[in-house]
């Protein structure tokens, strides 16, 4: 099978989730791109009839820290199989007394406070302006919330993330910073993936499961590796069955905007892109710069 055919949904999964049980048929892919290799191979099988592929964000075996993530490497190869909407499994801190641990937050906003990552696909040749005023697929997110609500899972209908550096957890200055944001939960990998998800015009939305409370509040002690880990164990389980139901209940087709963002973003002259860089982002920008 050509690997632009492979599969429309994927699965991206955080700390805890580094394997998807249920697919059919599951092959293990290995996509070369220009970015360098994937964070592992891509598992590509059925769930329920629909063709889904599954990536491990820091690698089987939790090899990559979220500075080191490949995201250019996973969302182009997730690109080029096809792919035209990601739901990315998330551990997350939270920032208010109302969002405890083992809830579910579906974030719709994001406050970007990483500095040394690549966070997009045009650095050479082509410059990008896309649109991230909302940088979660509404669509998409609507349907997680349905199907959460459909299990009795304690869920919050959106929501503004912080997306930090890490690897390092915060200081309780910088967690008391981001509450008097008006920020709800904070987390350190759904950026740059949701930004080069909508420049590759691929959905994205997060399952955001809430872990521990940072470091700001007063009577409970501040987040560990070990409750991190501990918590998001008890919700591994219902993660899968969350996107066993999810998945058979994304339709087909795309009436989002995030199938287009790139139709007025690209600003630079097409007799300037050389065929090598055109030949090198077809799989993001073939539509547009063939």
């Not at 906003?109 to 697929?137: M, S, W, Y």
């Not at 998800?197 to 872990?211: D, K, N, P, S």
């Not at 070990?226 to 899968?240: F, H, Q, R």
């Amino acid at each position: 099978m050509n690997n632009s055919q492979k599969a429309k949904i994927a699965v991206i999964g955080g700390s805890g989730l580094y394997e998807m049980e249920g697919l059919t048929g599951a092959e293990a892919i290995n996509v070369d791109t220009p970015y360098g290799n994937p964070s592992d191979a891509i598992i590509v099988g059925e769930l329920d009839g629909v063709s889904v592929a599954f990536l491990p964000r820091h690698g089987k075996g939790h090899r990559f820290n979220p500075t080191q993530i490949p995201i250019r490497a996973n969302i182009y190869a997730l690109k080029s199989l096809g792919v035209e909407r990601i739901i990315s499994v998330s551990a997350v801190g939270s920032l208010k007394e109302e969002l405890t641990p083992l809830d579910l937050v579906i974030p719709d906003q994001l406050i970007d406070r990483t500095r040394l990552r690549e966070n997009t696909f045009f650095d050479e040749e082509v410059v990008v302006h896309v649109g991230l005023a909302d940088p979660f697929c509404s669509d998409t997110s609507q349907i997680i919330h349905q199907s959460a609500e459909k299990l009795n899972v304690t869920v919050h209908q959106g929501g503004t993330m912080v997306v930090m550096e890490g690897p390092a957890f915060s200081t309780k200055a910088e967690s008391f910073m981001y509450r008097s944001w008006g920020a709800d939960i904070i987390g350190m990998t759904a950026l740059p993936e949701a930004k080069l998800a909508r420049e590759a015009e691929i959905c994205y939305a997060t399952m955001a499961w809430i872990t521990d409370y940072d470091c700001w509040h007063e009577t409970t002690e501040s987040v560990t590796v070990e409750m991190v880990i501990a918590n998001l164990l008890k919700n591994v389980e219902t993660s899968k069955a969350l996107l066993r139901d999810v998945i058979p209940c994304l339709p087909r087709e795309r009436n989002c905007l995030c199938q287009s963002a790139l139709k007025d973003a690209i600003i630079t002259s097409r007799q300037q892109i050389s065929d090598d860089r055109k030949k090198e982002l077809a799989p993001i920008t073939s539509k547009y710069l063939s």
